[in-house]
């Protein structure tokens, strides 16, 4: 890619031809995935075309007009393209030498500084022959990691024309997928991107655009599916903490939708499988695991079942069935992770889009009882009014104002439509 100081068609081209890759590396996901990849138009995608489209969505309502799309793609090289465009064009473009290998440290660099990688080993169901990761060398302080993850993500080129974005549209690129994004403080202050703009991630440049209806929460809250806490039969082979908080959390989500919730041995698998075709929206405290080396079988949610392995629904079968609901909220252990690749994630909230929901809330990390059901409680109010992206970075806010750790409020992103 050129530099930034390069004519505007200069780096346009190169965002042009960094597009055209993001589609063929979608292309492959799509295969690894065992589904049918989306029409192909590789050959004709282009920032000018990325923005009509982005420009057809902010038309047809929904989405603010300060809407924009960063997308990432790596290089032959290796090095990585950042592009951002917005309803007029290319805004911005960037390019960092950081390789995947190095990214991936940084990431994890974050999640160890946050104390994520100690909380997954006291809370996260794991197998019990699985070695726990040891510490880096270095355990950076948080300040540190965040800045360094921002310098390669969100760069000042792309930061400075992020100011006055009211929502951003990710299209990430391997282990970006995995990143915190509201967390970040690309703006040069104490703000982070929560504070100014809702997020999306979207799974490819082919299908960045809204899906579904506009949300309207009385259609979408009207057949509510809430799953909390099951029960789960001891097994030898795993290590299942217990999640006290995951019942209470969902009774409170079920009374705010004036339903009943599904806890303990009431959460079986069948029951769950069964209803949730008919429902409007999924709701799943529990506990969830993933495989990045199996991430169809190996990704699962963990429900009650005559035995441990009988109650599992995994990615794999979620992706398979029609689930056409407004709303899936996954409110359980790394449910945002996977197989990485260069388009994308592959693993259990891809699943659920897969599956026809049109919006996916997911968590990139075992999270604390308290926290996320303060998190849960406001993501539903505020989704009374607002759009799911904009509720959750509201819910956010309030929680981060009683629990300012980041391990506690920003584990959480969404996939799917904006509006």
Partial sequence: MTSIGAPLNARTADCDVAAQQQQRARARVGAVRGMPAPASNAGQTSTTQLAKRLERQIEEGGLPPTTALLFYTRAADGSLNVCLVNRNGLAASALSETDESSLLKSVQALRWAYGVEELQQVRAARRSADPLPPPPDVLLAPETAETDLTRVLLPPSIASMLAGVEHLIIVPAGSIGTVPFPALKPFGNTDALVDRTSITIAPSLAEFENSGSTWAASAAFARPLVVGDPSLPVSDEWV???????????????????????????????????????????????????????????GFLMLSGPTLEAGWWTAREIQGSKLPAELAVLSACQTGLGQVHDGGMIGLARAFQLAGTHRVIMSLWNVDDAATQVLMTRLITYAEAHPPAEALRLAMIDTRKDYPDPALWASFLMFGSAR
């Fill in 240 to 298: 299942i903490p217990p999640l006290p908080g995951a019942r209470a959390e969902a009774r409170g989500v079920a009374r705010r939708l004036k339903s009943r919730a599904l806890s303990g041995d009431k959460a079986v698998r069948s029951a769950v499988v069964e209803r949730a075709p008919g429902a409007s929206v999924i709701y799943v405290a529990a506990h969830g695991a993933s495989d990045p080396a199996r991430p169809l079988d190996g």
